[in-house]
C-alpha cells in the first residue's frame, strides 16, 4: 500500500464517516497534522469515496449511527471491495450488541464514544506504528 509522505515522513489518507460536523473537527484535530483526511457524511458517500480512493486509502474511521447508510451497511459493502483496510468503528453506545453488531458487518475494532485524543491515536499508533503521534 503506497503512502504519500511529506516533510514528516508518512502520511495515510484515512477515510472518515461522520454524519456530525462537531465529532468530524474533533478527528481532525486529533489526527489532521499527520494525517491526510477525506470526510464522508454518511454510509453511502463513505461507499463511494473508498472506491474512488481504495488504492491509496489506509484505513477508515466509520460512525455507526449515519443517515442515507448505517457504517454497519457501508462497511459490508467495502468488506467486499476489501478485506484487508482497517475499519475502526465509533458508536456513542457501549452495548456488547453494538460491538459485535460492529465485528460482524467486518470491522477492524470498534471504539465507543466520546472519542478522546488518547484513545484515536493508541488505536491508529496499532497500523501506523512508523508515525509518533
Request: proline share 4%.
Amino acid at each position: 500500500m503506497e503512502m504519500e509522505k511529506n516533510a514528516d515522513g508518512i502520511r495515510p489518507l484515512i477515510l472518515v464517516a461522520e454524519d456530525d460536523d462537531s465529532n468530524f473537527k474533533l478527528i481532525k484535530a486529533i489526527i489532521g497534522k499527520k494525517c491526510d483526511i477525506v470526510w464522508a457524511r454518511n454510509g453511502q458517500e463513505m461507499v463511494e469515496l473508498f472506491t474512488q480512493h481504495q488504492s491509496e486509502a489506509s484505513a477508515i474511521l466509520m460512525d455507526i449511527k449515519m443517515p442515507v447508510m448505517t457504517g454497519l451497511e457501508a462497511t459490508q459493502i467495502i468488506r467486499e471491495m476489501s478485506s484487508d483496510i482497517p475499519i475502526i468503528m465509533q458508536t456513542a453506545y457501549a452495548f456488547s450488541s453494538d460491538k459485535e453488531n460492529a465485528m460482524n458487518a467486518g470491522a477492524t475494532e470498534v471504539l465507543v464514544k466520546p472519542i478522546t485524543l488518547t484513545i484515536l491515536r493508541n488505536c491508529l499508533s496499532k497500523y501506523f506504528p512508523e508515525i509518533q503521534w
